[in-house]
């Protein structure tokens, strides 16, 4: 156990070689399943638990610890899949939540209705000389999360928002530069798709006294600002002077229009991040996605349509509903193909103008480069005032 404050602390597990989350997220950084025990004059509460192969150190920590409550900021396993386990251990304590989360609980878990105390929006449960309310935050990232506030102590604990993907031994963020990628990653990968209630959730905690966020993956922050600040911006309309570029060449067509463009971006004072797919970090690129105002993919063709791998990026693309602008793609055939249609009929959930694709039979020649340098042109045109 680390204290956090006088009768607060960390009783989490840090995951130090996990590399894949989800069977899909990689985990550059391992992660860590922070759970939080916190002592009241008359009851204890246990925050969240931990991923179910990390169970055993969480019983380790709590030694013998009575828990009268353990509250559920969120229904997914890596937080809640100790339950079980806890009833087993701790046969009187309760399980708080709110309705929506009790529900998936009992469907993902079989955790019997009598175990529950179902709390509203704005609650608040005493621990005697500790006070937890309850602030429902929907949607980040499932229907059901919610956070919960230590009011005398004003630490917020947010569950996955404002999270990061760190295994680290720092209780408290030491390196901002390190966790800001970790939680911009995290945020591209875990929150993107939910800008706009993200923003709702921001505003509805504007008025917290905060000293403290001790979210449910990586260090916590005793400067909540530097973290909130980074939501702010990457949840706001704002994009970047940037064209981010995934792409495929399997033939050196495609190759060939790629180098050349990236050539072209920059000779015109654009900020480019291009992505070769045959071995790109899915991460890297949905943390180049927050914050682009352009995406141009580039793909051969592969039968009648894109290559798999790029009909892959362009499936997180739209999932992941980044803020970008703009979208064009540029690639090469041989005989014919329908991968222009393929790939903007996947984009649906983009608010995108789409600009002239440049498409090529075989080898790119003279006027090939000349549309590439429209197409080009036209970005920076478009991104006219943009930093
Ligand atoms: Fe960290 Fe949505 O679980």
Redesign the pocket.
Same mark, same amino acid.
């Given at each position: 156990m680390r204290e956090i404050k006088r009768n607060v602390y960390y009783v989490g597990a840090i995951h130090w070689d996990r590399r894949l989350f989800d069977e899909l997220i990689p985990l550059p950084d391992g992660t860590s399943y922070n759970a939080y025990l916190i002592k009241g004059s008359e009851k204890t509460a246990l925050i969240d638990t931990v991923d179910p192969a990390m169970e055993d150190v969480l019983i380790k920590k709590l030694k013998d610890v009575k828990i009268d409550y353990i509250i559920a900021n @969120?229904a997914?396993q890596? @937080?809640s899949g100790a339950l079980p386990r806890m009833l087993e251990k701790y046969p009187d304590a309760m399980i708080v939540t709110n309705p929506k989360c009790k529900t998936i609980l009992m469907d993902l878990l079989h955790i019997p209705d009598n175990k529950f105390i179902e709390v509203k929006d704005g609650e608040t449960l005493s621990l005697g000389d500790k006070t937890l309310k309850f602030i429902y935050a929907p949607w980040v @990232?499932?229907p059901e999360t919610m956070f919960t506030y230590l009011r005398e102590d004003r630490i917020l604990f947010p569950c996955?928002f404002l999270g990061s993907h760190l295994a680290t031994s720092d209780l408290f963020v030491t390196d901002e530069s390190k966790v800001y990628e970790a939680a911009k990653r995290y945020y591209a990968e875990i929150m993107m798709p939910f800008r706009t209630t993200i923003r709702k959730n921001l505003e509805k905690i504007k008025d917290l006294e905060i000293d403290i966020i001790a979210p449910? @993956?990586g260090p916590l922050y005793d400067n909540p600002e530097f973290i909130l600040n980074a939501y702010r911006d990457w949840s706001s309309e704002k994009v970047k002077n940037e064209v981010v570029i995934p792409y495929i060449s399997m033939h050196g067509s495609t190759k060939i229009m790629i180098d050349y463009f990236v050539d072209a971006l920059i000779k015109r004072g654009i900020t480019v991040k291009p992505f070769n797919l045959t071995e790109t970090d899915i991460g890297e690129l949905a943390m180049a996605l927050v914050d682009t105002a352009t995406v141009v993919v580039g793909t051969p063709t592969v039968l009648t349509g894109a290559h798999p791998n790029v009909v892959y990026a362009v499936y997180l693309l739209n999932a992941l509903r980044p803020k970008v602008k703009f979208v064009s793609i540029i690639g090469s055939y041989g005989w014919g193909g329908k991968m222009v249609e393929q790939i903007t009929e996947m984009l649906t959930n983009l608010k995108i103008e789409i600009l002239d694709p440049v498409i090529v039979k075989g080898l790119p020649e003279r006027e090939d480069f000349e549309a590439l340098d429209r197409l080009a042109d036209e970005i920076k045109e478009k991104h006219r005032g943009m930093e």
């Open positions: @969120h997914e890596d @937080h @990232h499932w996955d449910s @993956h």
